[in-house]
């Protein structure tokens, strides 16, 4: 069965550092794109960054451009999003999705989510 | 940047017919993949590549896509369809995921 498993979240001041990380299973993890997709409390989806299952390619929203860092370890099965200089507005559920092949397309598997919360 | 614009609620009642548009400019030349958000749930795709269903997702669940409005489709409606849905495209010219605001399906 595949499976996804999110960690890090929680609550961090302005300007604060977050690492959340996601842990996979059920699949040949290499072989695929992986995704972040945030959910502000009451609001819509928002896509935040895709890498490729080879770690050589990623794709950032322009919202966190510069401020995140996603990357992959291909070896431990796990996706990270390093997250910078976080604002209020960065406050959401953070998803971790699995994307149908190597290269983003569409997001097939999803995991329960981790929340982050920016705030003093 | 591309942009997905969806209508913020559709209303039906049980057993009839509801539409989810998506509007893009020139949308049918991409491929449209739709998802369904339950409350405190993870999303799930219900239609990808514009109109095919993935394994488990009944086929009361359907997708068209041309010009510029992409369509969900849930015929014989259920209590059970009451959700958020959202379209979403790979903007491959931007290197862009691009979500649909999303649309409540209210059932009556």
């Known amino acids: 069965e595949v499976q996804l498993l999110e960690s890090g979240g929680g609550l961090v001041q302005p300007g604060g550092s977050l690492r959340l990380s996601c842990a996979a299973s059920g699949f040949t993890f290499s072989s695929y794109a992986m995704s972040w997709v945030r959910q502000a409390p009451g609001k819509g989806l928002e896509w935040v960054s895709t890498?490729?299952?080879?770690?050589?390619?990623?794709y950032y929203a322009d919202s966190v451009k510069g401020r995140f860092t996603i990357s992959r370890d291909n070896s431990k099965n796990t996706v990270y999003l390093q997250m910078n200089s976080l604002r209020a507005e960065d406050t959401a559920v953070y998803y971790c999705?699995?994307?149908?092949?190597?290269?983003?397309?569409?997001?097939?598997?999803w995991g329960r989510g981790t929340t982050v919360t920016v705030s003093s | 940047s591309y942009v997905l614009t969806q209508p913020p609620s559709v209303s039906v009642a049980p057993g009839q017919t509801a539409r989810i548009t998506c509007g893009g400019n020139n949308i049918g030349s991409k491929s449209v993949h739709w998802y369904q958000q339950k409350p405190g749930q993870a999303p799930v795709v219900v239609v990808y590549?514009?109109?095919d269903r993935p394994s488990g997702i009944p086929e009361r669940f359907s997708g068209s896509n041309s010009g510029n409005t992409a369509t969900l489709t849930i015929s014989r409606v259920e209590a059970g369809d009451e959700a958020d849905y959202y379209c979403q495209v790979w903007d491959s010219s931007g290197g862009h995921v691009v979500f649909g605001g999303g649309t409540k399906v209210i059932v009556l």
């Open positions: 890498i490729t299952g080879s770690g050589d390619t990623t």
């Open positions: 590549d514009d109109s």
């Open positions: 999705a699995k994307d149908d092949n190597g290269s983003p397309y569409y997001m097939d598997v």
